[in-house]
C-alpha cells in the first residue's frame, strides 16, 4: 500500500495514536510518524518500543512540517493543545482529532487554526479498556467505523484523503453532522459508560457489606460492567463535561425505561418484561450481524495481543 501522508505527527500517545502508529507502519500508509506526549515517562516509553520514528519533548516541535496532525488528548484539552500547535502548522496541513465529542471540541479547536490548514474532526469507533504507549495493536480499527464530521467549508479533497487513510488502516468510514453525532454516540456510547459507571459504584458499596461476595462471584453481566468501568477516568470526565445535553437527555429516557420495567417486575408483569427483553434482544442480534461485535468474550475488540 502507498503513502498516504508524508509525515503524520501524533499528540498524545494513548491507545487510540497507539494503534493508529501501528497501523500506519504495518500498511506503509506514512512517510515518516512523529510523536509526542505531555508526559515525559509517556514519551520515554515511546522511545524504548520505538513507536514511533521519532518522538518529540514539545509538541510544536513535533507538528512541524507534517503533512496530517492526529489530536489524541483528552477532549478538555484539545483547545489548549490547538493554541499551542497552531503557530507551527505547516500550510495545506490536515487536522484531525480522535475525541468522542464532536461539536465541543470543533468549538475549542477551530478558533485557534490559522488559514490554509484543513479541520476535519474525527472519532474512531473503536476501542479498549486498556490506555497507554504499550496498549495499541495495528488491528483495533479492522472493521470498526471511523467517523469524520466535515466543517461546512472543509475541502473536498482532504477529507477525501483523511478518509482513504481510515479505510487503509482497516476501519469503515462515514460523514456526520457533529451535533447529530454528539447525540448518536450519547445513546450508544456515554450514557452505557455512566450507567457502567454506576452500577459498578453501587457495587462497590454493597461488597463492603458483604465480605467482597460481589466481586468474588462476578456473573458475566457485572464482569462486562467493569470492563467498561476500567476506562480512562479523565477522558470519560471530559466527555460527559463537553457533551452533557446529549447525554443527560439519554439519561432520561433510560430512567423512563426503567421505571416501566420496575413497574412490570413489582406488578409480576411477566408478558411485559418478555416482550421487553425479546425486542432488545433483537437489536443485539442486530449489532452482531452487522459486524460490529462477536460472541466471543472479548467483544472481538482485541483481535491480536497488546506489544508488551
Excluded at 199 to 215: K, N, P, S, Y
Excluded at 220 to 228: K, L, M, P, Y
Aim: include cysteine; charge should be negative.
Amino acid at each position: 500500500m502507498s503513502v498516504i501522508y508524508d509525515r503524520v505527527a501524533l499528540i498524545g500517545l494513548g491507545l487510540i495514536a497507539g494503534s493508529m502508529a501501528h497501523a500506519m507502519r504495518d500498511g506503509g500508509l506514512a512517510g515518516e510518524i512523529v510523536g509526542y506526549a505531555r508526559s515525559a515517562e509517556t514519551r520515554d516509553i515511546a522511545r524504548e518500543i520505538g513507536l514511533c520514528d521519532r518522538v518529540e519533548d514539545s509538541a510544536a516541535a513535533a507538528v512541524r512540517d507534517a503533512d496530517l496532525v492526529v489530536l489524541a488528548v483528552p477532549v478538555g484539552a484539545m483547545g489548549d493543545v490547538a493554541a499551542e500547535i497552531a503557530p507551527h502548522l505547516k500550510p495545506g496541513a490536515t487536522i484531525t482529532d480522535v475525541g468522542s465529542v464532536k461539536q465541543s471540541v470543533i468549538d475549542a479547536v477551530d478558533p485557534h487554526l490559522p488559514a490554509g490548514v484543513h479541520f476535519i474532526p474525527g472519532h474512531p469507533l473503536a476501542g479498549t479498556e486498556h490506555s497507554g504507549p504499550r496498549s495499541g495493536f495495528a488491528t483495533l480499527f479492522r472493521n470498526r467505523w471511523w467517523l469524520l464530521t466535515p466543517l461546512p467549508d472543509s475541502d473536498p479533497d482532504a477529507v477525501a484523503r483523511l478518509s482513504d487513510l481510515v479505510r487503509a488502516m482497516g476501519a469503515k468510514t462515514d460523514n456526520m453532522e457533529a451535533g447529530h453525532h454528539d447525540l448518536v454516540l450519547a445513546v450508544t456510547s456515554h450514557a452505557p459508560h455512566l450507567i457502567a459507571y454506576t452500577m459498578v459504584g453501587v457495587a462497590d458499596h454493597l461488597r463492603r457489606v458483604t465480605d467482597e461476595e460481589v466481586i468474588q462471584y462476578s456473573a458475566a453481566g457485572f464482569r462486562d460492567f467493569t470492563r467498561i468501568a476500567a476506562s480512562d477516568p479523565t477522558m470519560w470526565r471530559d466527555v460527559f463535561l463537553h457533551n452533557r445535553e446529549a447525554t443527560l437527555d439519554i439519561l432520561g429516557r433510560f430512567t423512563e425505561e426503567l421505571f416501566v420495567l420496575q413497574r412490570a417486575i413489582r406488578m409480576g408483569d411477566g408478558q411485559q418484561l418478555f416482550d421487553y427483553f425479546s425486542r432488545t434482544r433483537a437489536i443485539r442480534r442486530g449489532i452482531i450481524e452487522a459486524g460490529q461485535d462477536t460472541e466471543a468474550p472479548d467483544f472481538g475488540r482485541v483481535a491480536t495481543t497488546p506489544k508488551a
